[in-house]
């Protein structure tokens, strides 16, 4: 069976705001901050790659099933995905040697306009504002675009059917704080190769689920 | 053969770690190891071109430099165990480099067994002197000027697939190096394997370092050939032996092991060389570190060896033609000065920084 190179570009658009928390409140001081870094001097909003690989790799595990591969571990933990050795493993990588055959790189946005919002928690018995439970929460606003690359290496036609099968599981996905998310591909800019686009299922996914 | 000048500048966050217990995971980050530049361009070379580098695996014969940082177009260095510092003195002027490295009659003069530091600096604050350990420098209109590479801390949470919410346990920190760090290194690849492989002048994507499926450690690589690299060498040494006359001072660029151990003294280089040389009499920049690495073919960690770090000084006094020795000295700069090669070992290089230091 051929193996093949895959890159996809991921258009992210933010349907609910959204808030991939960090520690350190660099402007905002809101409880809760956005996840920033420096780069070049200029602070940017970072989505990790880790983010991204995560809800990718749950959104596989969901849709396992429907094109029948059998998943043997929601874990996440790396002690408990040491012992596993199943389809996700192998295509996603484990802990000490389960190479992944997919890389995914992180998103940075401008840290221009994002929203802070006032959040209170309410007593389920009293229905009234629990005392001191008073905090802020700095969110990416809705609208918002954001850019992401998913780099396949050496997939089977399986493989890629699997993975575009998860990214079209991701519209309308949780991420970070309850955010929501809409994803699709960016057509023009990724590479799939016309061999794998000869197979009726990969060929399908692709028409749906890029851009 | 060919000589490649190379470029690296990180996209994304990169931690290039050390054994450590626990959840913080930080690295090494002063420079990258030419293994872990070796090892990233192999694997991208496989990658993306399908290229048979295990021969490289298997018989070495490219050498990579390791990679050190650049700041506004100047490459940094480690500080020698010959620098210090005035804590006294404002920053920019309290650099301190031992004259009698700098000039033939302070090295006739010079007695590793009475090394003794400077108890002043040039502005007579006294007692204030401390050695520049671990400290990144850059020489700038012949003044050495320390530098520092950019890190941040990256927070990380496992999430439970089922409930949404933070696994339990999982909260791990990591001190990576920020995106926007450059680092520059030369190949050395006397069989021009590396065209074969698929490698080209221009820029490639490359992955260094942990965590690169998860978006750590992508960089830009910036490749050029550096056909005059040689014959410019040849003339900076020749320059550096006319100031220095018969003594030459090679400073550790990668960690020494000759033979994989820690040698005594003096180091013979005569039979490498080729020429009169003697000495070989070692100044260790610190105390000796453990070279590990991680074989990502085998996936399985590599030996460890202990090494002395880079930095440090080794000095020898020829009595042979200076352009001769300025030839074998520019190659073996290339190539390494002892066995093993090409595994990121013994790459010394000519102390020529004495041609430009302002006395």
Known sequence: MGKYNIDLKLRFK?????????????????????????????????????????????SFIKVSGLIGINVKSFRVNPEELLAIDDYTARLFGKPEGGESRILVEPAY??????????????EDDTGVVREGALYTIEYIPVGSEFHSWVRGRGLELEDI????????????????????????????????????????IVSKLWSVVSR | ????????ELLSPMIISHP???????????????????????????????????????????????????FDGYEARYAHPLIYKCKVCRDGENIIVDKSIL????????????????????RGHI????????????????????????????????????????????????????????????????????????????????????GISRGLGLARLRVERHDEYL????????????????????????????????????????????????????????????????SSYTNQPKLSIMAYPPGTLVFYKTGDRMDRVAEKLARMELGGFYPPYNIGLNLMEVYTDANRIRL
Request: hydrophobic share 35%; charged share 25%.
């Open chain 1, 109 to 122: 946005l401008e840290y221009g306009e994002v929203e802070t919002h006032t959040h209170i928690a309410i």
């Open chain 2, 231 to 294: 014959s410019e060498r040849v003339k900076e040494i020749m320059e550096y032996l006319e100031l220095m006359g018969e003594y030459i001072i090679l400073r550790a660029k990668s960690p020494l092991s000759p033979y994989l151990g820690l040698r005594s003294q003096p180091w013979d280089l005569e039979g490498f060389i080729g020429h009169d040389i003697g000495g070989g009499i070692l100044i260790p920049n610190g105390p000796p570190l453990k070279v590990r690495g991680y």
């Open chain 2, 1 to 8: 053969m060919t000589i490649y000048r190379i470029e690296i």
């Open chain 1, 161 to 200: 059917r699997g993975l575009l099968t998860a990214i079209l599981e991701l519209r309308y996905c949780r991420i970070g704080r309850a955010g929501l998310i809409d994803v699709d591909i960016v057509r023009d800019e990724s590479r799939m190769p016309e061999e794998a686009l000869k197979d009726a």
């Open chain 2, 20 to 70: 450590q217990p626990g959840r913080v995971l930080r690295g090494e980050y002063r420079y990258i190891p030419s293994t872990t530049i070796k090892g990233a361009i192999l694997s991208m070379l496989y990658r993306e071109y399908g290229a048979s580098v295990h021969e490289e695996s298997l018989n070495p014969r490219i050498c990579i430099h390791p990679g050190y940082p650049i």
């Open chain 2, 127 to 210: 007692y204030a002197i401390s050695p520049l350990k671990n400290t990144l420098l850059i020489l700038r209109d012949g003044v050495y000027h320390p530098v520092e590479v950019e890190t941040t801390s990256l927070d990380s949470i496992g999430i439970n697939r089922y409930l949404g919410s933070t696994e339990h346990g999982m909260l791990y920190t990591y001190i990576v190096v920020a995106p926007g760090v450059k680092y520059g290194s030369m190949i050395y690849d006397p069989d021009d394997r590396l065209e074969g492989y698929g490698l080209t002048e221009g820029t490639h994507r490359i992955n260094i370092g942990r």
């Open chain 2, 103 to 122: 000039d033939p009659d302070g090295l006739g003069r010079f007695n590793l067994e009475r090394l003794e530091p400077p108890y002043k600096c040039g």
């Open chain 1, 14 to 58: 933010v349907r609910k705001r959204l808030c991939v928390g960090g520690s350190y409140a660099i402007r905002s001081r809101a409880d809760i901050p956005l996840n920033t870094i420096v780069v070049n001097g200029s602070r940017k909003i970072y989505i990790p790659g880790s983010t991204i690989k995560g809800i990718l790799r749950t």
